[in-house]
């Protein structure tokens, strides 16, 4: 694609850099036939080529977002399903989240709006906060039912709209919390690595089960687990909201407590059971490449990155039971499979392990989820969350496991299949308990 930027533009790394991504797409338009908002609206504009577009002209011409340009951008799911299929290799992840940033920084939304994102950039990455928020939300479910049902819209969701999906989200219950930062976990038997898990933020308030899962798994197999203290969330939340100020000051400060951390005692990795979360922290080394301080530190706690999957698929794990009754749909979540690019391990894993895996048909499509879409875009996650539905019930499974909270709430939304986490089967396979309970 051609593009038009003027020099002094182009001095500007950001723009450099969409200068680049922009000149790669040929605008073959082979990327919208797997985008989930095209798929479902129709509309170029809602498809990746067209978002492409949009971006070029606002970043082009330098001029504030309109309201249009806003509309299809939020539309954006951010599954990266385009950057799969397109062949030029164009890094429509790098593009969509400076447009995203560009669009916080020189756009402003009603106040209701406003004030809405900024709660959910200010609670959810703040897992005491969420959870006290979350015991509140309990009792403003009820009311929910009262609100008038206002009709799915063509335009953005109303804000009543977005306050009802909010609701809808929450759980009827919360667990006890998981165990606290600066917390080791032995290994059982001969130490033969030492990695960090990362807590998360809404994981640790709605599933600790899955991080618990992650541990016994590990110190089973001779592996040291540490929780490390004043970890952060990583900034995958605010950085989607287009708020890089926020999402880049919690990347500094994760980088300075892990890489402590590694110094002092050592680690073999930083494992993360939130793929969400993992895609973002594996690009801390790109978000911060234009800071003297932090550049190399970012990168090295990139590559010491790695999804729970990737580890434990170096690892001969030890099964004990075998499940080859049981059928598992495994959901691919679109971090995992676009953002990762791990797609047969974690199936490999599981079948290895004793259980039958089936794939989920048209399973490239997000399931509605990422990140706060489902409660910002709720019509359209809707509808992608009955269609990945239907689509895991045509293979009747008797569980549906996936490596993401955010894709495991949307689906159990919609489905009474127990969904899990695949860390949790495999904890089970090789002498945990059975997992099942959402
Ligand atoms: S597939 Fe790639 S090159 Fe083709 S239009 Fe989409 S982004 Fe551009
Ligand atoms: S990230 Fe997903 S929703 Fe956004 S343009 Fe690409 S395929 Fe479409």
Redesign the pocket.
């Known amino acids: 694609m051609k593009t038009e930027f003027s020099l002094a533009q182009l001095a500007d790394p950001d723009i450099a850099e969409a200068d680049k991504i922009l000149r790669a797409c040929v605008h073959c338009g082979f990327?919208t036939a797997?985008?989930?908002?095209?798929v479902l609206l129709g509309d170029e504009l809602d498809?990746?080529r067209g978002?492409i577009y949009l971006i070029k002209e606002m970043l082009e011409k330098n001029r504030p977002p309109t309201a249009e340009v806003v509309k299809h951008i939020d539309r954006?799911?951010?599954?990266?399903?385009?950057m799969t299929t397109c062949p030029s290799g164009v890094n429509?992840m790098h593009l969509?989240d400076q447009a995203r940033a560009r669009i916080e920084k020189d756009y402003r939304r009603p106040l209701g709006e406003r004030l809405f994102r900024a709660a959910l950039a200010w609670i959810l990455p703040r897992p005491g906060l969420l959870r006290a928020g979350m015991i509140l939300g309990r009792f403003g479910r009820p009311l929910a039912a009262l609100l008038p049902t206002p009709k799915a819209e063509s335009g953005t969701p109303t804000l009543l709209r977005r306050i009802k999906a909010l609701l809808a989200l929450l759980p009827g219950g919360l667990p006890a919390p998981g165990p606290a930062g600066g917390s080791v976990f032995a290994a059982s038997g001969k130490k033969r690595g030492r990695v960090a898990l990362l807590q998360g933020c809404a994981q640790q308030v709605m599933a600790p089960r899955i991080n618990q899962a992650a541990i016994s798994l590990l110190t089973r197999h001779g592996i040291e687990v540490v929780l490390v203290k004043d970890e952060q969330c990583c900034g995958a939340l605010t950085h989607h909201l287009g708020r890089d100020d926020d999402a880049l000051a919690r990347a500094r400060a994760n980088i300075g407590v892990w890489l402590r951390e590694a110094e002092k005692n050592g680690l073999d990795a930083i494992l993360v059971t939130t793929s969400g979360c993992g895609t973002v922290i594996k690009d801390y080394g790109y978000m911060l490449r234009e800071d003297r301080d932090f550049a190399d530190p970012a990168a090295k706690i990139s590559a010491l990155a790695k999804d729970i999957t990737e580890y434990l698929g170096g690892i001969p794990l030890q099964p004990t039971q075998q499940h080859s009754d049981i059928v598992i749909a495994y959901h691919s979540a679109c971090s995992l499979q676009h953002g990762q690019k791990i797609t047969q391990l974690p199936k490999e894993l599981l079948s290895k392990n004793g259980f039958v895996v089936k794939d989920v048909p048209e399973s490239h499509l997000?399931c509605g989820s990422a990140g706060t879409y489902n409660i910002l875009q709720p019509d359209i996650a809707n509808r992608l969350r009955d269609r990945k539905v239907a689509n895991i019930a045509m293979i009747k499974p008797d569980m549906i496991a996936a490596g993401n909270i955010g894709c495991m709430v949307q689906i159990a939304g919609g489905t009474s299949v127990p969904v899990v986490h695949t860390v949790e089967l495999l904890d089970w396979a090789t002498g945990g308990p059975r997992p099942g309970l959402n």
């Open positions: 990327c797997t985008c989930p908002t095209y498809s990746p978002r954006c799911l951010s599954c990266l399903s385009c429509y969509v997000c």
